[in-house]
């Protein structure tokens, strides 16, 4: 069982950055890959990024790529997500998700293939 707690959204102006973060519970957190969706109002759940189990392989949706940076630290059985250059249609509640893998370079972008979820955090881009 893995317990996921988001943090860090909040309302922001174009342009602007955003750290988002995201604490594991339990023991077990390096043998989960583990990745960041969002859902804007009206729309389905989407994928943004996602990180290895070891941090050694990472990938990003084309509308986040050079923006958006996925990161962890297994030894505080943590995840990041460093937005910059925000832009309004990033505008979205932000869900941190874990899959747990056998193969340390797997990551995947369905969110039916995770199994656990956090309860999500506002991210809000406005002038």
């Known amino acids: 069982q893995v317990q996921l707690v988001e943090s860090g959204g909040g309302m922001v102006q174009p342009g602007g950055s955003l750290r988002l973060s995201c604490a594991a519970s339990?023991?077990?957190?390096?043998?989960?890959?583990m990745g960041w969706f969002r859902q804007a109002p009206g729309k389905a759940r989407e994928f943004v990024a996602a990180i290895s189990r070891n941090g050694g392989k990472t990938f990003y949706a084309n509308s986040v790529k050079g923006r958006f940076t996925i990161s962890r630290d297994n030894a505080k059985n943590t995840v990041l997500l460093q937005m910059n250059s925000l832009k309004p249609e990033d505008t979205a509640v932000y869900y941190c998700?874990?899959?747990?893998?056998?193969?340390?370079?797997?990551?995947?972008?369905?969110?039916?293939?995770?199994?656990?979820w956090g309860q999500g955090t506002q991210v809000t881009v406005s002038s």
């Open positions: 998700a874990a899959d747990w893998v056998l193969t340390i370079g797997t990551v995947t972008t369905t969110p039916d293939d995770y199994d656990y």
């Open positions: 339990g023991r077990t957190f390096s043998l989960y890959s």
